[in-house]
């Protein structure tokens, strides 16, 4: 190859680099080389049965389905029936097939629909011959319509008795294995849709979830609260302590923040006299992963002009008990390992007065920033360069209380240097008008006495920036739009943020947050082949390398073939130039799968 040709290639790398800075290109291994798929015998003895449902005048994929029924409406409704008796309206379900267990002219199989699963018998001689033709092709997984009566077997169990089986759709992939089943938590979340097939607690928790969040909203609205929507994008950061995600709006030429809290817009409304509001609203921080914990998450937060904390408070226990009947029919729920009661009056107590419960140290004496260090080098508790007063007693109270607050506790008087947002305590400025609320040793909700002084707030503003300064990634900056709104007169507010996704998991009884939000944040995975999915592979996944990366390679090669000419090297330039490639290039000429 000589250097016109790599010349000519850096030209052509050059005009990709344009395409993929345009986001004009598929995935690199769908740009450079589309490997043949590879199928299981399994997945190839489904797909040859394609042309046979074709043979017979069957789309495999289908077409519409008048449905007049569900799965459990007609377990509830036929409970009456005695064994071997059939009731006479008939009745029309589709789902898909999750138990088959073909018997020559007669057979059983489990059809699962939105509501549950319901036995279904169906015999040749009542289909007649080619609609049984048709279902002798059905495998696990297959999605179908079946018209028939009920009946009621010797055994007692209720039974769709099958008058025509209609296929719908076709399933070339098979169901895991019915008595291991998903088994792998990461690859039930990357696979919901095979999850909620197959686990039915996932799919009861995906449909509780709506229904909880649908109660949510009632109460809200039952109690005078307006629901309304405010921005994603947000031009400053604010509303909370986190890292954000940022973005570039191209047409603004701008960067935005995905918002890491609603309230600022909403205290805005407020202050627009809008008195109570709320917003059920997905929340973006650039933060960890575990079980409480997503980079993308739901939460309520609600304002109440003329309120305060204790407005909150009785907010906050009306709302999660109310909920708990609601939901689960009582008081008493299963959580996190513990049995928790929300019906009596929740416990209410100060953070300092839990921090000399467990270490005997009551910061309430601790009068300056360099004494609270000292004791939290006593202690062990990690410090950070910005640490003051306030932040030593939150770090104490992370490390030896909040793992410990199993019932229902409303954890007041937070420390001002952690609550910019909170109005000062009138007895003792050092700490803030807040409260957490914890069940089941977590966080469920955080709320204040909103600061409403627009001199106050500004001064919190510019110490925050002065934390983020000396290195705290997820202080806020200074909205000075927020100050100007404040300057029109914002009236006593109290406000609350509650975390959805937490709240369902206590409601649920989930232990991962992951189980409660359908489709969580995960590490991307390199697609594996059908073998690889069937099998499993110790193998480390092949390094992956994109355009870009590949263009910056060979630049870099060029370049130094360059460097190496210019040193008048002209009688070994075709072994330099192989060499180069292949030392610096060859296992980026080839694309992994």
């Known amino acids: 190859m ?17 395409k993929l800075q345009k986001k004009e290109y598929l995935r690199i291994e769908e740009l450079y080389m589309a490997e043949e798929r590879k199928f299981t015998d399994q997945e190839l003895a489904r797909r040859a049965k394609l042309d046979k449902y074709r043979e017979l005048g069957v789309d495999p994929y289908g077409h519409r389905f008048e449905v007049n029924c569900h799965a459990e409406d007609v377990l509830k409704l036929n409970q009456g029936l005695q064994p071997e008796e059939v009731a006479s309206r008939p009745v029309f379900l589709a789902g898909r097939i999750v138990l088959l267990r073909k018997m020559g002219k007669a057979s059983f199989f489990h059809l699962l629909d939105r509501s549950g699963k319901i036995q279904c018998y169906i015999r040749q001689d009542e289909v007649g011959l080619k609609n049984y033709q048709i279902f002798k092709l059905a495998d696990l997984g297959d999605i179908c319509g ?10 007692g169990e209720i039974t769709v008795r099958v008058k025509e089986y209609v296929h719908l759709s076709k399933s070339l992939k098979p169901l895991p294995d019915k008595h291991h089943g998903l088994v792998d938590k990461e690859e039930r979340y990357r696979k919901r849709y095979v999850d909620t097939i197959v686990n039915d607690d996932a799919r009861r928790t995906a449909i509780m979830r709506p229904i909880i969040v649908r109660e949510l909203r009632h109460w809200f609205d039952d109690h005078g609260y307006l629901e309304v929507e405010t921005p994603i994008l947000q031009p400053t950061l604010g509303g909370a302590s986190a890292r954000p995600f940022v973005t570039h709006h191209n047409a603004l030429d701008e960067d935005f923040y995905l918002r890491i809290a609603t309230e600022l817009e909403l205290k805005r409304l407020i202050v627009g006299g809008m008195e109570r509001v709320y917003e059920v609203g997905r929340i973006f921080r650039n933060e960890g992963i575990d079980l409480f914990h997503n980079p993308e998450f739901t939460t309520v937060e609600a304002y109440q002009a003329f309120g305060d904390l204790s407005d909150m408070m009785n907010l906050t226990e009306d709302l ?10 009582t008081t008493k729920i299963h959580f996190n390992g513990a049995d928790i009661d929300v019906g009596p009056e929740f416990r209410r107590a100060n953070m300092t007065d839990l921090i000399k419960e467990k270490t005997g140290v009551d910061f309430n004496e601790v009068h300056s920033d360099e004494e609270a260090l000292e004791l939290a080098k006593k202690f062990n508790v990690p410090t950070e360069p910005h640490f003051r007063y306030g932040h030593v007693i939150n770090a104490f109270f992370d490390q030896f209380c909040e793992s410990e607050l199993i019932q229902p506790i409303f954890v007041c008087r937070h420390p001002l240097d952690v609550s910019p947002l909170a109005m000062k305590c009138k007895d003792d400025p050092r700490f803030t008008q807040r409260f957490e609320i914890y069940i089941g040793g977590h966080e469920l909700a955080n709320a204040f006495t909103e600061l409403n002084d627009p001199d106050d707030q500004l001064s919190r503003f510019e110490k925050q920036l002065e934390d983020k300064n000396k290195g705290d990634a997820e202080a806020c900056e200074v909205d000075y739009d927020y100050i100007n709104a404040l300057e029109y007169g914002l009236a006593p507010t109290g406000g609350i943020g509650i975390g959805i996704d937490r709240l369902v998991m206590f409601l649920t009884s989930e232990d991962s947050i992951r189980e409660v939000i359908l489709f969580p944040t995960l590490r991307r995975k390199v697609d594996k082949t059908a073998e690889e999915e069937e099998v499993g592979s110790n193998t480390a996944p092949p390094e992956v390398i994109y355009p870009e990366e590949r263009i910056g390679i060979i630049s870099n090669a060029i370049e130094r073939i360059n460097t190496m000419t210019a040193n008048h090297h002209f009688l070994f330039l075709p072994s330099i130039i192989a060499w180069f490639l292949y030392k610096h290039c060859h296992k980026y000429f080839t694309v992994p799968m």
């Open 2 to 18: 000589n250097c016109s040709e790599l010349s000519l290639q850096m030209k052509q790398r050059k005009e990709l680099k344009k």
């Open 146 to 155: 079946v018209k028939g009566v009920v009946m009621k077997t010797k055994t």
């Open 320 to 329: 999660i008990r109310t909920l708990a009947l609601k939901v689960r029919g």
